[in-house]
């Protein structure tokens, strides 16, 4: 692989770390959050489907913004606008005004995650969709656990700060490393970006079974994600800090499957490392069911799910580039 290659793969990873950093903050501190803005616990939902809502739009527009914008601007951009949506949670004082940022939130979180796989899967083998997966893990363990240590000290705006800080200092990173893009895509053609017709979508063979699928795994890793840290701090009576921590093992596991993903991904094919995840998803649901005060088993239990969930998304979106060809349909 070339030297430019390289560079621009690390690029590529940091991009995903800085993907990764705002997904659990909202879960991880809205124990405090929402005592801090007298709201109940259910505005997290409202937040929650906000930011999907916005993040599902980017996503069904990525194909026209890749045609007007390229990969890297797409990426750049929506990470500096995530870091500013951050810093301004960080200063709000009304739960209205943290709803209207949470819209740029869904919008960088869509367009960096479909336009880099994109990129990954056509340029790039299936280790490295689960390496770059694996680097949106560090970033999601690493956003609860700043947040978890400035819970420490009742505080939770700073962790908005700390992160939004964070990605801003990636966004310029990008920003500075557009002469690299630009030689790894003089190849590429806008025809790679073409707007398909979701009634054409569907009449592709497996479309169905690979909705369904992305439709499971994204809900439990959205309702461990964003809800585990409240489960844990109102059914165990932990503190702030301990109840964001079970985010961080969550997420954390997450990442070390993904790795492990990688390694395995060059003996064993996609579609088995899916299938084992899918196991591990069920055999840690049915765990979290079983009611313990045991903190050492919960933690194992919230881990295994993690496990469980970390082959299934990178390893669909590869599989996704290699049955869906353009003008198939």
């Known amino acids: 692989m070339k030297k430019y290659a390289v560079i621009l793969l690390i690029i590529i ?19 405090l959050v929402r005592k801090d803005l007298n709201v109940s616990l259910g505005t997290l939902g409202i937040m929650t489907v906000v930011v999907y809502i916005m993040s599902i739009l980017s996503t069904f527009n990525a194909p026209r913004l890749l045609r007007l914008l390229q990969t890297k601007k797409i990426t750049a951009i929506s ?43 056509k340029h790039y083998k299936a280790s490295h969709m689960n390496y770059l997966h694996a680097f949106y893990g560090i970033g999601v363990t690493l956003g ?115 790795l492990l993903s990688g390694f395995l991904s060059h003996k064993i094919s996609s579609r088995m490392l899916i299938m084992v995840g899918e196991v591990f998803i069920l055999v840690g649901g049915i765990l979290l069911f079983i009611n313990t005060s045991n903190m050492v088993i919960l933690f194992f239990t919230v881990g295994l799910i993690g496990l469980g969930t970390a082959p299934v998304y990178p390893n669909m979106m590869y599989l996704n580039n290699e049955h869906f060809k353009r003008h198939e349909v």
């Open 79 to 121: 990470v500096l606008f995530t870091g500013v949506a951050l810093l301004s949670i960080s200063q709000i004082q009304s739960f209205y005004t943290m709803l209207f940022f949470a819209l740029p939130l869904g919008v960088g979180a869509g367009a960096i995650d479909v336009s880099l796989n994109h990129y990954l899967a």
């Open 144 to 258: 609860p656990s700043i947040m978890a240590y400035t819970l420490l000290g009742d505080s939770c705006r700073l962790g908005y700060i700390i992160v939004g800080s964070i990605l801003l200092m990636i966004a310029l990173i990008i920003f500075l490393s557009f002469p690299i893009w630009l030689k790894e895509e003089e190849h590429s053609r806008k025809s790679d970006h073409e707007h398909i017709p979701i009634k054409d979508m569907l009449k592709s063979k497996g479309s169905i079974t690979s909705i369904m699928i992305f439709l499971f795994y994204v809900h439990i890793e959205s309702l461990l994600g964003v809800w585990i840290a409240s489960y844990i701090f109102i059914e165990k009576n932990v503190s702030y800090a301990t109840a964001a921590l079970f985010t961080t093992a969550f997420y954390l596991s997450l990442t070390v499957g993904r």
């Open 13 to 31: 990873y940091l991009s995903f770390i800085a993907l990764g950093l705002p997904d659990a903050l909202l879960g991880s501190s809205w124990n």
